[in-house]
C-alpha cells in the first residue's frame, strides 16, 4: 500500500508542476460558474416579472442545458488531456523498464497512477461540490442531496473516463497518440448504444455496453445500483486490461495464451454487468427531497397486491402513427418507460406483437395516393428496414386480438393472470402512459372497476358521437389520457327501461333528456336511488318540465330563466362558474381546487338550483355564479346579440349555485348524487377548450373520482417541492459570477504561474 500511495503522490507532483492540469482545473471552473451564474440570472429575471418558479434545485443543476448536463458533454473532453502521459511518458522515456526492475510491482504501477487520476478528479467535483454549497445561500431550501446524487454520478463517470484513459496510455509510446484513442474509445462507448438495435440478441448487449446517459439517471436524483456497478465495471475491466498489457510486457508468454486471458477477464466482466442489469438484482436510492424519480404511495400499494408476473403486450399497426417506438430499434427505450414499475416489478415482462391493418391516420393515405394497406406497410418496412414477413395481416392479428374497438391503434395491453385490460397511447405532447394510466390499468386487474352507465334513448348527450355537445372526449376517447376510460373505468350507454340498473352500473348519468321519461323508466330510476346508487344529473335551462320529476327524487329543482354574465368576448349565457373549494374539499383530499376559490368552470348555458326538500341528503353548492357579474334572467332564450345592461340593486346581488353534491347513508354506504344546471360542462367542446382558461377537465376527474369513493382516477398527487424562490437578487448574484468567473480562476492562476516560475528558477 506504501507503494501505491508513493506512486500516486509523485504522478500528482508531476501532474501539478505541469501546466495542463491547472489549465484544466481553470476551464472547468470557468465553464460550471458560467453555466451556475447564467442559469441563475434566467431564474432571477424570471422571478422579478412575477413568473413562478419551482423545484429550482431540478432546474438549476438538471435542466436542460443546464449545470450537471453540460459538465457532462465537457468531461470527455478533460480525461484524455491528463491521462495521455500516465504509461505513455514512462514508455518514451525508457524508465518503465527501471520500475520493471525495481520490487515495485505492476499492480502497484497502476493502481498508484490511477490513483493519482481519481484524486484530481475528486478535485473537479469538488468544485462542483463548492458551486452546491453556494446554492444554499441563492436557493430557498435548496435539495442538497439531490446535487450530490448528480455529483456521484458525474465523479464515476469522469473516472471511468480515467480507467479508460490509463489503459490506452498503455498501448502507445505516443502521448498524443494515446489522446486520440482514448477520445475514439469513449466516442465509441456512447455511441455503441445505438448499433444493432435491430438485432434481439445484439440489442441487449451493445445497450449495456454503451456509456451514453448512464449519469443521467443520477444526476436527475435517482441512483441505481446497475449505474454503479456500470462505472465500476468498467473501471475494473480496464486497469485489468492496463495489468495484463504491463505484465506481458514483463513476462514472455505465447500469443494464444494473452488472448485467452484477455477474453476470459473481459467476459467475466461481462457477466457481472448482465447480471446486475438484471431488474430483481437491482437496487435504487432516490435522492430528491419529494422522491420525485419513485413511484407514489398509491401506486406502490397497487404494486404490492400482485403475486405473480404481470405481462405488457405491444400491438403495433405498421400504419398508424404511433407505430415506431416499438420497432426493435426502439424496443430498450421503449421499455425505459415502465422502468418506475420494473424497480417494484422485476417479474414484469414486455412483448411485442406486429401487424398491418387500416388506421384512421389520414395523412398516410395522402402521402401515398392510389396505394392499398398492404402496399404502403410494404413501403413503411421497406423505409424502417423491418421484416415485413414478421407483421401480421388483418386477418391474422384478429384471430388474435379484437383491436375494432380501439380503431386498430398501436395499443398495449396489461395481463395479470387471467385478466387483460387496455393501456392506450394517446394523442398528446407526450404520447406514452404516465403513472396515473399505468397504475389505473394494473388496479383494474385486481378490481372490479366502477362502471359508469349514460342513459340513452331520449336524446341525451352521446358518448359515441363527435358533436359540440356530447361527451366522447370525456368518456369513451381512447386517444385522450383523461377520459374516463383510460383513468380506469368501464362506460357503456344504457336504459332506464333495465329493472336491475342497481346491479348494473355504479355510476348513473342523465345527461339533458329532451322527452320526458314514462312511469316505468322513472319507477326504475326510483329503485336505482332507494338502493343507494350514485348518480348524476345535468340538466340544462327550461328543462324543468323534463327534469323537475327526475331532480325532485333527490330534493332539488331547477329555477325558470337563464343565468346571464356580462363578458366583452362571449354570449351572454356563457357563464364562468367558481368550485367552492372549501365544500368540494371536504369531499376529495389532494384535491387541484384545493384553497381556490377563483378556479373556473365554463357553463355556456345554465339554470340556477334550489333545494325543495331534503330528501334525506346532505346538500353542499359546490358550483356557483360569482355575484359581481352574473345574474337570473327569467324566461327563454336570451338574445345572444344584445349589450347586457346591470338592472340589480345591490341587496339583490348574490350568488346562484348551479351544481349541488348530495351524500347520505344508505345500509354500510355513502349514496352521492350531484345535479347540475348545465349539460355541457363536460362536452367535448368544453373540456378541451383553451380561452377562456378554465378547470373543467379537473372538475370531471375529480367528480368521478368522487362518486368511484378515491378508487379512480389514480391519485398521484406528489408533495411540493419547497424549493421554489431565489433568495439573492441580481447585484448579490454579480458577486457570484464575479467570484466564480474571475477572482478564483484568477487567484489560481496567478499562484500556478508563480510556483511554475519559482520552480523554473530553482
Known amino acids: 500500500m506504501k507503494n501505491i500511495l508513493r506512486i500516486a503522490r509523485i504522478e500528482l507532483s508531476q501532474l501539478f508542476y505541469s501546466p495542463v492540469a491547472w489549465i484544466v482545473l481553470i476551464v472547468f471552473i470557468f465553464q460550471s460558474g458560467w453555466q451556475y451564474t447564467a442559469t441563475l440570472e434566467q431564474v432571477e429575471r424570471a422571478q422579478q416579472m412575477g413568473q413562478p418558479a419551482v423545484n429550482l434545485t431540478r432546474w438549476v443543476f438538471a435542466g436542460f442545458s443546464c449545470l450537471f448536463p453540460n459538465m457532462q458533454e465537457y468531461l470527455y473532453l478533460y480525461i484524455p488531456l491528463l491521462t495521455m502521459g500516465l504509461i505513455s511518458r514512462e514508455t518514451y522515456s525508457g524508465s518503465i523498464k527501471l520500475l520493471y526492475s525495481s520490487p515495485i510491482r505492476v499492480l502497484d504501477i497502476v493502481v498508484g497512477k490511477y490513483l493519482a487520476m481519481i484524486t484530481y478528479c475528486l478535485i473537479l467535483m469538488a468544485v462542483l461540490s463548492g458551486i452546491g454549497m453556494t446554492s444554499v445561500f441563492t436557493i430557498d431550501h435548496v435539495d442538497f442531496w439531490f446535487i450530490i446524487s448528480g455529483i456521484i454520478g458525474l465523479y464515476l463517470l469522469i473516472c471511468a473516463y480515467s480507467a479508460i484513459g490509463l489503459f490506452m496510455s498503455s498501448l502507445t509510446n505516443y502521448q498524443v497518440v494515446a489522446a486520440i484513442s482514448t477520445l475514439v474509445v469513449l466516442a465509441a462507448l456512447n455511441f455503441i448504444g445505438g448499433l444493432w438495435q435491430d438485432i434481439n440478441f445484439v440489442r441487449d448487449i451493445t445497450y449495456f455496453l454503451s456509456m451514453a446517459g448512464r449519469a443521467q439517471e443520477s444526476i436527475g436524483g ?13 473501471i475494473v475491466l480496464f486497469i485489468g486490461l492496463t495489468l495484463f498489457k504491463l505484465e506481458f510486457e514483463r513476462r514472455t508468454i505465447s500469443m494464444p495464451a494473452k488472448i485467452v486471458r484477455y477474453l476470459s477477464f473481459t467476459l467475466f466482466m461481462l457477466l457481472l454487468g448482465y447480471l446486475s442489469t438484471m431488474p430483481r438484482f437491482i437496487f435504487y436510492k432516490d435522492m430528491s427531497a419529494t422522491e420525485s424519480r419513485t413511484l407514489t404511495a398509491e401506486s406502490q400499494q397497487v404494486i404490492k397486491k400482485f403475486k405473480g408476473p404481470i405481462v405488457i403486450t405491444t400491438y403495433l399497426n405498421l400504419l398508424d402513427d404511433n407505430y415506431f417506438f416499438g420497432l426493435p430499434k426502439f424496443q430498450n427505450s421503449d421499455k425505459k418507460n415502465f422502468e418506475m414499475y420494473s424497480r417494484f416489478m422485476p417479474d414484469m415482462r414486455m412483448k411485442y406483437v406486429f401487424y398491418w391493418a387500416h388506421s384512421e391516420n389520414e395523412l398516410r393515405y395522402k402521402e401515398n395516393p392510389g396505394l392499398n ?23 391474422e392479428i384478429n384471430k388474435v386480438i379484437d383491436l375494432k374497438g380501439e380503431r386498430y391503434r398501436s395499443v398495449r395491453t396489461v395481463s395479470y393472470q387471467d ?13 406514452q402512459p404516465g403513472e396515473k394510466e399505468i397504475t389505473a390499468a394494473l388496479k383494474r386487474l385486481l378490481v372490479s372497476p366502477p362502471k359508469v352507465g349514460f342513459v340513452s334513448g331520449r336524446g341525451e348527450r352521446s358518448i359515441g358521437r363527435s358533436g359540440d355537445k ?8 381512447v386517444s385522450f389520457r383523461y377520459s374516463l376510460i383510460n383513468q380506469g373505468f368501464d362506460v357503456k350507454e344504457v336504459s332506464l327501461t333495465d329493472s336491475m340498473m342497481d346491479k348494473h352500473v355504479d355510476i348513473l348519468v342523465l345527461a339533458d333528456a329532451l322527452t320526458a321519461y314514462n312511469k316505468t323508466e322513472l319507477d326504475n330510476l326510483k329503485a336505482y336511488i332507494k338502493h343507494g346508487g350514485n348518480l348524476l344529473i345535468a340538466a340544462e335551462p327550461g328543462s324543468g318540465q323534463i327534469n323537475n320529476p327526475l331532480l325532485g327524487l333527490v330534493g332539488v329543482s331547477l329555477k325558470d330563466g337563464i343565468l346571464v354574465q356580462k363578458s366583452l368576448n362571449f354570449e351572454p349565457s356563457f357563464v364562468l362558474s367558481n368550485v367552492v373549494s372549501k365544500n368540494w374539499t371536504s369531499f376529495l383530499k389532494n384535491s387541484v381546487f384545493e384553497n381556490n376559490d377563483s378556479a373556473s368552470v365554463t357553463t355556456p348555458s345554465v339554470a340556477a338550483l334550489e333545494a325543495v326538500s331534503n330528501a334525506g341528503f346532505e346538500l353542499f ?45 344508505v345500509g354500510k354506504k355513502e349514496q352521492r348524487v350531484f345535479v347540475i344546471g348545465d349539460a355541457d360542462f363536460m362536452s367535448n367542446v368544453e373540456v378541451g377548450r383553451q380561452i377562456p382558461k378554465s378547470l373543467n377537465f379537473s372538475f370531471v376527474t375529480e367528480l368521478f373520482r368522487w362518486f368511484s369513493n378515491d378508487q379512480f382516477p389514480i391519485d398521484t398527487t406528489r408533495e411540493i417541492p419547497k424549493d421554489n424562490k431565489l433568495i439573492i437578487n441580481n447585484s448579490q448574484l454579480k458577486w457570484i459570477r464575479w467570484g466564480l468567473l474571475g477572482l478564483l480562476p484568477g487567484a489560481i492562476a496567478a499562484s500556478v504561474s508563480l510556483m511554475l516560475i519559482y520552480r523554473k528558477r530553482r
Do not use: C, H
Request: charged share 30%.
Open 419 to 431: 385478466n387483460t385490460t387496455f393501456l392506450r397511447i394517446y394523442d398528446d405532447l407526450y404520447r
Open 621 to 665: 353548492p359546490v358550483l356557483v355564479s360569482r355575484p359581481a357579474d352574473t345574474w337570473l334572467i327569467p324566461g327563454l332564450p336570451t338574445d345572444k346579440t344584445q349589450t347586457l345592461s346591470d338592472p340589480r340593486k345591490d341587496v339583490d346581488k348574490k350568488s346562484y349555485p348551479i351544481g349541488f353534491a348530495l351524500r347520505k347513508k
Open 222 to 234: 435517482l441512483l441505481g445500483s446497475n449505474d454503479i456497478f456500470y462505472f465500476l465495471i468498467v
Open 373 to 395: 394497406d398492404e402496399q404502403i406497410a410494404r413501403k413503411i418496412a421497406k423505409a424502417m428496414q423491418v421484416n415485413f414477413e414478421d407483421f401480421l395481416r388483418p386477418e
Open 470 to 477: 356530447d361527451y366522447k372526449t370525456s368518456t369513451t376517447e
